[in-house]
C-alpha cells in the first residue's frame, strides 16, 4: 500500500478510510518513515469542531514548515473584525505555496470533524491547494468533501477495506514473524476466517495467543464479531499484565495525547518505573500504542484499546481517587507546562470549575480569544446561573465569548448578570482598578463599534444608521450635515452619532476602571476611543489615543490592533495634510501585517492610492486601489469596496470618461443600497456632482449637492451656472465651520474653492489672498491634483500668485502638470466603424425628438434601466458625455436625420 500512496503524490489528497482497526495511522506512518518529504501531522478530536480552533492548530502544525504562518492566522481570528474563513484559508494558502520543498499534511482521525464550516475550509483548501503540498486525510467514513469532483479530475488516490485488510500471505507474515507465535497453516486460516483480515483483530488475537497460547480455542468460538472480540481478547490481554502497566493503562486513558512526564504526573506515585520508560516498553510489545512524533515523546492509544481502558478504568479506580481527580492532575501539569487549551478541558473534565474560570480569563488575555470560543462557550452554557453570580466574571466572558461568536443580542443581559452579581456580594464597583468593570465596559463599547460598522447589527440598528444618515434637512446646523466629508476611512462609518458617543463613554470609562498589567483590554479600549473620536472629528483626541494604542501593543510585541491604530495614525495625518508621513504610516501598517487580508490593510492602500492621486502619480495610485479592491473582497470589507469604487470613479471623471464613472457610481449606489450603507450615499453623489458638472448638468448637480448638503460640491454648480454670489454664500459658512474645528483637508479645498468664487466674483485681491493661504497648506504635503483639477479656470489665479513672487518653484511645477493634463482632456475621436445596433438607432432617434428616458421606456416597452444601459452604450460608442453631442455627432455621421 505504501507504493500507492508514493505513486499519488502527484495528486492533491490520499484518503485512507476504513472503520476502526484496519491499521489506518500504522500505514501512513510507515509510509512517511521511508518518503523524503517532510510531513505535518494533526491529530483531531472532537474538540477541534471549533474552526477557530481547528485553523489555530491547523497553522501552528504548519508553522514547523514555515515560521510565522501561525501568527499570521492567530492574528486574523483575533482580529475584532475577523475575515471570512475562506480569507484565511486563502492566506494560509500562499504562505504553504512559498514552502521551500513539498511538503504531506496529514489529518489524521478526521471522522471526528462534524462542523460544516470546517469540511468547507477543508474543501476550500483542496481547490487552490498549491503543488507543493500533499493532503492525506485517515478517517472512519467518507468526509463530507466533494470526492465525485475530485475522483473525476483524477485528484484523489482512495484506500479503504479492501485494500487494508491483511491477505493469507500478510496474516502469515503477521502471525509466525512479526508476533513470533509459529501457529500452524489451519490455525491462520482459522483467525483469517475469524477476523476476516481485520489487522486490530489479528493483533488482539496474536496478543492473547502470545500470553496465554490455548486461547486459540476459545478464537474459534468468535464468528468475526469485532466488538465481542475486541472485548474478550483484551481484557485477556490486560488480565496479563502486571498489576503496574494495568494501572498504568487504565490511568492515562482519560489522556487523548500522553507524554512520560504527563504520565507520571496523572498517576502521582503509582508506578516506580518512569513514565518514559513505560511507554516505550509499551510500543516494543506492540500494545496498541502509536507514536505521534518521530522523537518517541508523544503518545496516544488505538481508539478501541482507549474505549476498553475508559470503560474498564470505573470500575478499577481505588475509592481514595476517582476519574475526576486524574483530569484534575492532568490539567495542572497542562497548566505548568504552558499548555491553556488543553488545562482548561481537563478542568472541565474534572468539575473544577475554580481552575477552569481562572484559564478561561486567562490573566488579560481571554482563552476564547486564542482558539478556544467553542469550548469556552459550551462550558459557560452547561453552568448555572448560581454558579455564574458565584464568579461576576464569568458573565462578562460569556458576553465577550458571544461577542465574537457573532450573537450581539444576547450580550447585554450577561453583561447586566454580572453587574447584579457583584451588586448582590457587595462588591463595589466604583473602587479602583475593577478589572470586571472594565471588561464589561470594553464589551460595551466594541459592542457599539460593531453595530458601527454593520458587522452583526440588529435590524433596529441598521435602521437607526440608515435614519441618521439620510436626514438631510435644508436647515442652517452645519454640525450633522458633513457626513460626506470626514476623512476616510472612517468617515462613511459615521451613522450614529448615539453609538459613536456610547463608544467613546464606554472605552474611558473601561481605562479607567482596568488595572495597568491588563493590557490586551486595555488596547481594545483605547484603539477604541480613538476610532470613536476619529468618527465624531475630535482629530485630536483621536491621534492621541492612537499613539497610547500603539505604546501597548509594542509592550505585546505587535498585534492586529497596534497595525489598526497605525493605519489610524495613517488616515489622521492625511486628513492633516502631512501626505509624506501618512505615506510611512501606511506602508508601516501593510509592511507589519504581511499583507493579511484584513480590512485595516485594505484601508492603508485606499490611502496610499489617495496619496498618490494627490502627488499626480495615476499609474501607482490605481495600482494601490486595485489592490485595495481585492483585499477588500477577500476581507468582505464592503465600506472598503465603496471607497474603492468611488475613487476609481473619481479618476474616470478625471480622464473626462463620464459613461465609465456613471456606471461604476450606479454600481456603488446600488451595492450601498443593498448593504444597508446608506450613510456612503453622500459620498457617491458628490463625484456625480463633478460628473455633471463636467457634462453641463448643472441643474441636476445643485439638486443633487443640495439633496445630501454637499457644500463644496454645491458652490462648485453655482459657480458653473455663473452665481458667485450663491457660491460665496454657501462657502464662508462652511470655510468658518472647518476653521474651528481644525479640519485642515477641508480647509484646503474650501479654500481653493473660496479663491476661485473670490476671483469669478470679481474680488480679486481677496481670491490672490486665499489661494496663496492655501498654497502654502499644498505645498508641504506635496498636492497637485488637488490644485489642477479645478481646471482652466484656477490658471489665471497661479499666474496672479506667482507674479507678487510667491510660491514660485511650487506654482512652475503646478503650471507643467496642467500642461501635460490638457492633453489628457481632450475627447476621442468618433470612428464611423463603432455603428450602433438597430435598437440603439430607435432610441438615439427618440432622444432627438426630445424624448426623456422614462419616456423612452414607455414608447418601446423597455425598463428605465435598461434604456439608461442602452444610453451608457451609445455614448461609448460616440466618446460623448451628454445627449446634445450624440445628437450632433449622429447627424453628422448621417445616422440620424
Known amino acids: 500500500m505504501t507504493e500507492r500512496l508514493s505513486e499519488g503524490l502527484h495528486r492533491k489528497l490520499s484518503l485512507v478510510s476504513a472503520s476502526a482497526g484496519y491499521g489506518k495511522t500504522t500505514l501512513v506512518s510507515e509510509w512517511l518513515s521511508v518518503c523524503d518529504r517532510p510531513a505535518v501531522w494533526l491529530s483531531l478530536d472532537k474538540e477541534d469542531n471549533s474552526l477557530p480552533r481547528f485553523l489555530s492548530y491547523l497553522a501552528v502544525a504548519l508553522d514547523s514548515i514555515k515560521a510565522g504562518l501561525a501568527e499570521h492566522v492567530l492574528n486574523l481570528l483575533q482580529s475584532p473584525q475577523p475575515p471570512p474563513i475562506q480569507t484565511i484559508v486563502a492566506v494560509m494558502i500562499n504562505d504553504m505555496a512559498n514552502f521551500s520543498k513539498p511538503i504531506i499534511l496529514v489529518l489524521d482521525d478526521y471522522h471526528v470533524i462534524h462542523t460544516g464550516t470546517i469540511h468547507e475550509a477543508i474543501a476550500f483548501l483542496l481547490d487552490h491547494l498549491p503543488p507543493t503540498v500533499h493532503l492525506v486525510i485517515i478517517t472512519r467514513e467518507k468526509p463530507d468533501l466533494p470526492l465525485a469532483r475530485l475522483r473525476v479530475r483524477n485528484q484523489v488516490t482512495e484506500l479503504g477495506v479492501t485494500d487494508l485488510q491483511f491477505n493469507h500471505s500478510e496474516t502469515v507474515t503477521f502471525i509466525n514473524h512479526v508476533m513470533n507465535l509459529e501457529q500452524s497453516e489451519e490455525s491462520i486460516s482459522a483467525l483469517e476466517h475469524r477476523t476476516e483480515g481485520w489487522i486490530s483483530g489479528l493483533h488482539i488475537s496474536a496478543l492473547s495467543i502470545q500470553q496465554h497460547p490455548k486461547s486459540i480455542q476459545s478464537i474459534m468460538m468468535f464468528e468475526g464479531n469485532h466488538r465481542l472480540l475486541q472485548d474478550y481478547l483484551t481484557e485477556e490481554v490486560l488480565q496479563r499484565q502486571s498489576e503496574s502497566v494495568q494501572k498504568f493503562l487504565l490511568y492515562t486513558s482519560v489522556l487523548d495525547r500522553f507524554c512520560g512526564s504527563l504520565c507520571d504526573a496523572v498517576l502521582l506515585d503509582g508506578v516506580s518505573v518512569p513514565g518514559d520508560e513505560v511507554l516505550r516498553s509499551l510500543e516494543r510489545a506492540n500494545l496498541f500504542i502509536i507514536p505521534l512524533d518521530h522523537e518517541g515523546r508523544w503518545y496516544r492509544y488505538h481508539h478501541l484499546f482507549t474505549g476498553l481502558l475508559r470503560r474498564r478504568l470505573q470500575h478499577f479506580i481505588s475509592s481514595a481517587e476517582s476519574v475526576s481527580e486524574l483530569h484534575n492532575r492532568a490539567s495542572h501539569w497542562y497548566l505548568d507546562h504552558g499548555f491553556e487549551s488543553e488545562a482548561f478541558r481537563h478542568a472541565v473534565a474534572a468539575g473544577n470549575n475554580e481552575l477552569a474560570a481562572r484559564l478561561v480569563e486567562g490573566e488579560g488575555m481571554p482563552l476564547h480569544l486564542r482558539g478556544e470560543l467553542a469550548p469556552v462557550l459550551n462550558w459557560l452554557a452547561s453552568l448555572s446561573s448560581k454558579e455564574l453570580d458565584e464568579r461576576p466574571s464569568l458573565w462578562v466572558m460569556y458576553g465577550s465569548a458571544l461577542l ?84 476616510p476611512p472612517y468617515a462613511a462609518l459615521a451613522a450614529d452619532t448615539h453609538l459613536i458617543d456610547r463608544v467613546i463613554t464606554q472605552s474611558r470609562h473601561a481605562i479607567e476602571y482596568l488595572s495597568p498589567d491588563v493590557l490586551p483590554v486595555r488596547l481594545t479600549a483605547t484603539w477604541l476611543m480613538g476610532m470613536a473620536n476619529q468618527l465624531r472629528g475630535d482629530r485630536e483626541e483621536a491621534a492621541s489615543a492612537y499613539t497610547e494604542a500603539l505604546t501597548i501593543s509594542r509592550k505585546m510585541k505587535n498585534n492586529i490592533i497596534g497595525i489598526m491604530a497605525i493605519a489610524g495614525q495613517g488616515s489622521l495625518l492625511e486628513a492633516d495634510n502631512r501626505l509624506f508621513e501618512a505615506e510611512d504610516r501606511y506602508r508601516n501598517a501593510i509592511t507589519l501585517s504581511g499583507d493579511l487580508p484584513v480590512p485595516v490593510v485594505s484601508e492603508a492602500y485606499i490611502g496610499l492610492a489617495r496619496i498618490y492621486y494627490e502627488w499626480n502619480d495615476l499609474a501607482n495610485a490605481l495600482q494601490h486601489a486595485q489592490k485595495g479592491i481585492r483585499l477588500a473582497q477577500l476581507a468582505n470589507n464592503h465600506d472598503a469596496l465603496v471607497t474603492c469604487q468611488v475613487f476609481l470613479a473619481r479618476l474616470k471623471v478625471v480622464e473626462h470618461d463620464w459613461v465609465e464613472a456613471d456606471a461604476i457610481l450606479d454600481d456603488a449606489a446600488m451595492y450601498v443600497r443593498k448593504m444597508g450603507l446608506l450613510n456612503r450615499l453622500p459620498e457617491i453623489a458628490a463625484v456625480q456632482v463633478l460628473g455633471m458638472i463636467g457634462r453641463g448638468d448643472t441643474v441636476g448637480a445643485v439638486m443633487l449637492a443640495q439633496r445630501h448638503k454637499l457644500y463644496l460640491g454645491l458652490s462648485r454648480a453655482h459657480l458653473a451656472n455663473k452665481d458667485t454670489a450663491l457660491a460665496l454664500t454657501v462657502l464662508e459658512p462652511f470655510l468658518s465651520f472647518v476653521d474651528d474645528r481644525g479640519w485642515r483637508d477641508e480647509q484646503l479645498r474650501t479654500k481653493i474653492m473660496h479663491a476661485m468664487a473670490l476671483h469669478a466674483h470679481g474680488e480679486n485681491e481677496k481670491a490672490v489672498q486665499s489661494l496663496a493661504e492655501a498654497l502654502v497648506m499644498a505645498e508641504q504635503g506635496g498636492f497637485i491634483r488637488i490644485i489642477i483639477d479645478e481646471g482652466l479656470a484656477i490658471v489665471p489665479l497661479l499666474s496672479e500668485v506667482s507674479a507678487r513672487g510667491e510660491m514660485l518653484g511650487y506654482i512652475d511645477k503646478l503650471l507643467a502638470a496642467w500642461e501635460a493634463e490638457k492633453k489628457r482632456r481632450g475627447l476621442k475621436p468618433v470612428t464611423k466603424g463603432e455603428s450602433l445596433t438597430p435598437r440603439e438607432l430607435e432610441i438615439l432617434q427618440l432622444i432627438a425628438q426630445g424624448y426623456s428616458n422614462r419616456e423612452i421606456g414607455e414608447h418601446l416597452f423597455l425598463a428605465l434601466d435598461t434604456v439608461k444601459g442602452h444610453n451608457r452604450r451609445i455614448f461609448e460608442k460616440l466618446h460623448v458625455a451628454r445627449r446634445t453631442e450624440a445628437i450632433a455627432i449622429a447627424r453628422k455621421l448621417g445616422w440620424i436625420p
Open 404 to 487: 465574537m461568536a457573532g450573537k450581539p443580542t444576547e450580550i447585554e443581559t450577561k453583561l447586566k448578570a454580572a453587574e447584579a452579581a457583584m451588586h448582590a456580594q457587595g462588591l463595589e464597583t466604583s473602587s479602583k482598578p475593577n478589572d470586571i468593570v472594565g471588561l464589561i465596559a470594553t464589551t460595551r463599547a466594541a459592542l457599539a463599534a460593531i453595530a458601527i460598522t454593520g458587522q452583526h447589527s440588529t435590524a433596529e440598528l441598521k435602521l437607526q444608521a440608515a435614519e441618521d444618515a439620510m436626514q438631510l434637512t435644508d436647515g442652517d446646523d452645519k454640525t450633522n450635515d458633513l457626513v460626506g466629508h470626514i476623512t
